[in-house]
Every structure is written in structure tokens, then in C-alpha cells.
């Protein structure tokens, strides 16, 4: 049963303290997104990359957030340095692209991050 | 103005009860997805769809693509359909915006 897998699971770490994030997406999808969710904000795009190729990040604060796909089967988000507002879940999402068309995206369960 | 809309925000129910939850959106799409995240966070695709409707066991979802709208329907709702419905339309090949939700309750 192909699934998404992001870690850790939950993070609680203290303002200014770098964060990484990981997932794995499911093998073969060549699409990979991160999310964020707020109360506030609710789902929001942050990054996605195609190929491994960084597409468009413009939902992420440049400043802070880096995110990165080493390769197929890992991409990762960086925070550095954390700030509480950082405080949200952080999705990673993956799916396919093929020959123009888009298919359905599966979620990873998510990284609860707590910044004090 | 959010470019994806849904109504109702809170929805409570009966268990047995014919659910409607609506999305509209105003930006040109290529597709719409329905998602359900349950209490635990979890997220979990329904559908994707960019014309007609589609149906998966209680499931239905339908789309407008001239009125820009889109319906997801539940029959004989039962609780373990409580979750939060989220509505998102794929922008710019597969750039997804995303509805604020819609919190469903189902009362047994």
C-alpha cells in the first residue's frame, strides 16, 4: 500500500532553533508539494517541485524556508531560524504529471510543529 | 475576497440525512479536487474533477465549469462522516487554492 511518509511526526523546538522537515514521496509520483495549515490560514501552498526541479516557492518566506529534493525519494523543508509563527502542520504531498495530465495528489500525515 | 468559497462553514446533521456542501471559485481552473481531512489531520483526496460528476460509494461530486461551482454530496450520512471537507481548484497546471473548509458533523 504505496503512501506518503513524512518525519517526524510531531516537533517542538524553541524560537531560532533550525527545523527540518522530511517526506517521502510515493515512488514513481514525480510531483511533490509542501502544504501548511493554520487556524488562521487554513492549507496553503508553500513549494512544489516537478522532476525533482524546483517549480515555484513563492508561497514560502524566502528569508527562512528553504526546501530542497536531494533525490526521487526525498525532499525536504527547512526552517532557520524557527519563529513561533512558524507553528502550523506542514504537509507533504505527492502525485504525477504525465503528458499533461494532472492526476490526484496523496498527503503524508503531516508534521505538527510547535515553535516556543 | 478568497478566490475559493465554500458554504456552510459548520454543517451538524442527523445520521440518514442527504448532505450538500458548495464551492465556488473565481479564477479560471483546470480541475477541483474534494478533500477530507478527518479529526486526527489526516488528508485524504475524494475526488478530482474537471467536468460532469463523479461518484464513489455515498459520494458525489459535481462541477459547473460556465458557473464556476462545484457540489459535494453525501447520502445516508452516517458519523463516522464527520471530518472537515475541503474544497480546491488547481490553478496553473497543478498549483492547488484552497477552500477555508467546511466542518461536518453527523449526529447518530
Known amino acids: 500500500d504505496a503512501r506518503v511518509t513524512q518525519t517526524p511526526r510531531h516537533k517542538v523546538t524553541e524560537m531560532g532553533q533550525e527545523v527540518t522537515m522530511r517526506c517521502q514521496p510515493i515512488?514513481?509520483?514525480?510531483?511533490v508539494f509542501w502544504y501548511r495549515q493554520t487556524m488562521m490560514q487554513g492549507l496553503e501552498l508553500l513549494a512544489y517541485f516537478r522532476n525533482r526541479a524546483p517549480l515555484d516557492d513563492s508561497g514560502m518566506p524566502k528569508d527562512r524556508f528553504s526546501a530542497e529534493m536531494p533525490d526521487a525519494t526525498l525532499a525536504t523543508l527547512k526552517i532557520q531560524p524557527s519563529e513561533p509563527r512558524d507553528s502550523a502542520v506542514y504537509f507533504c504531498?505527492?502525485?504525477?504529471?504525465?503528458?499533461?495530465?494532472?492526476?490526484?495528489?496523496?498527503f503524508g500525515p503531516g508534521t505538527r510543529l510547535l515553535v516556543l | 475576497k478568497n478566490e475559493v468559497e465554500q458554504s456552510p462553514q459548520n454543517l451538524t446533521a442527523q445520521e440518514g440525512e442527504f448532505i450538500t456542501i458548495n464551492c465556488s471559485y473565481s479564477v479560471g481552473i483546470s480541475a477541483l479536487h474534494w478533500l477530507q481531512q478527518h479529526p486526527g489531520g489526516g488528508i485524504v483526496s475524494l475526488f478530482m474533477l474537471s467536468s460532469g460528476k463523479k461518484k464513489h460509494g455515498r459520494l458525489i461530486a459535481t462541477i459547473n465549469i460556465q458557473e464556476k461551482h462545484s457540489s459535494l454530496h453525501i447520502t445516508a450520512s452516517h458519523p463516522r462522516d464527520s471530518a472537515v471537507y475541503i474544497c480546491a481548484v488547481l490553478v496553473y497546471e497543478e498549483k492547488l487554492t484552497f477552500g477555508t473548509g467546511t466542518r461536518l458533523t453527523i449526529i447518530p
Open positions: 504531498a505527492s502525485g504525477s504529471l504525465l503528458t499533461g495530465v494532472q492526476e490526484t495528489q496523496y
Open positions: 515512488l514513481g509520483h514525480n510531483t
